[in-house]
């Protein structure tokens, strides 16, 4: 197992202080899908810049983006500013730029999922599903799906083959997807590398037959426990497709049966 | 019925006008639950003032709301900023406070429901409620309990008895509560009185017998259709009550059987 401070995936979301409300960030071409770099990814990288403002809030415990516009690899300039600094939490919000047009804005609360009260009440289960051995490796995805998406060879990502039937030309007509993710060079993962695996699934339109790009209008995450090492599981559905928009909710599970993640985005349909 | 924009919700979310990005509003103390004013209601006076920026953007799609501190009845200043506008949709950031001291600070895309394509595709079905006159009037109340929350006589809400038995000491214990809602003068719902109804419904920790006030730390919601005229009809449940926080989600269908909102806040546990 790599440390995640040293992974593939912390070198990818590394920022770099400008100022004291500003950074820089290279964004890696290796993180694109259709084209643009996905937008789970810049949730981690706008996560680091905000972990980096104050070493009592590591975590973001609620984060909501905006996207603006699509991002290119290469540089992105990051500016912060302070809501609310409390106690134990503190509020910013966020800016992504590149050549001088804004990418994100976004506001987050950040914690120390570390620091919280250990209760847990939760009453959603986790998505039941065959081991990762038993599931479809999209790592077996063609050389031109690949291409197309390279953030895909980023992770070890199996799908559910009951929810898979896409990949084959066979959409459930459900609108869910399941299946299990880790990142590519075995890191354990973290609260930020968590951001990302709840933008890293095909998009679940794909379940019901549409395989056009489905732009993200707005993400927002809650990140609820660090989570433990090992291969998370994640459950993704839709249950309001009208207007030419439809929402996806993203459920993350760690190997210790934690709900560590929820995320809900209100995407564009994509175009037939 | 009364015609919406001379309702008494009209009245207590107007806005006027101090700049080109800025506006004033005064906060009912109607509005008010456990002592500040409610969540929900601050949402629809951010909408007035985002509605006001461009005729052709007059609805929330999407709208993310952080709190920053406990809002008091009396005047508030609104600031805004344009994010992105393009042709259909604009995007703006939104802050209110009170004497210097920021309250709220939001994010929103703008758009026009009445102009969305009219495909209709949700597979979430509406709650299963008995008639309004078969449910528990929130008029109910105890005298108290309307002291302490003069928010709901803003409101004709009719609650499913299957999920009020916390108004007896009886919670259900399932996390959750279904109901109907309307304006008190009978005023049918418009998008930015769907923004209250979103947060107007008892804490759905009240139906695992956690009677204190539960601090929402972020909301977004979804609008997603014009409401047609009459009852709505709302589900509120919780999923994830963990490390001293809890996920609700709420659902608003019309008379109509569209699903027209769909919220998720994050919110502190009450204290008990």
């Not at 500016?79 to 919000?93: A, D, M, P, W």
């Not at 804005?105 to 599903?129: F, H, I, K, R, Y």
Request: overall charge negative.
């Amino acid at each position: 197992m790599t440390d995640i401070t040293s992974s593939e995936f912390a070198r990818a979301t590394a920022v770099e202080r400008t100022g004291d409300h500003s950074f820089t960030a290279e964004l890696g071409a290796g993180w694109k899908v259709a084209g643009a770099v996905n937008g789970g990814y810049l949730l981690s990288v706008a996560g680091q810049a905000l972990r980096a403002l104050n070493p009592n809030t590591p975590d973001p415990l609620v984060i909501s983006t905006y996207y603006l516009g699509p991002s290119k690899e290469g540089s992105v300039d990051i500016t912060t500013r302070v809501l609310r600094e409390g106690r134990s939490t503190g509020s910013y919000g966020i800016e992504l730029s590149q050549n001088g047009s804004p990418t994100i804005s976004a506001m987050a609360t950040m914690g120390n999922l570390g620091a919280l009260p250990d209760d847990v009440a939760t009453t959603a289960a986790p998505p039941q599903l065959p081991s990762p051995e038993e599931c479809v490796s999209v790592a077996e995805a063609s050389e031109d799906f690949k291409k197309a998406a390279p953030l895909i060879e980023r992770f070890d990502m199996r799908l559910d083959p009951a929810a898979a039937g896409f990949a084959v030309g066979k959409p459930s007509g459900r609108g869910e997807l399941q299946g299990w993710i880790r990142l590519a060079d075995g890191t354990d993962p973290d609260p930020l590398a968590l951001l990302t695996f709840l933008d890293a699934f095909p998009p679940v339109m794909f379940d019901l037959g549409r395989f056009n790009w489905a732009p993200t209008m707005e993400l927002t995450a809650h990140l609820r426990a660090q989570p433990a090492p090992g291969w998370i599981s994640a459950k993704l559905y839709t249950r309001n497709i009208a207007g030419g928009m439809f929402e996806e909710d993203c459920e993350l599970w760690d190997s210790a049966g934690r709900l560590v993640a929820q995320s809900r985005q209100l995407a564009r349909q994509p175009r037939d």
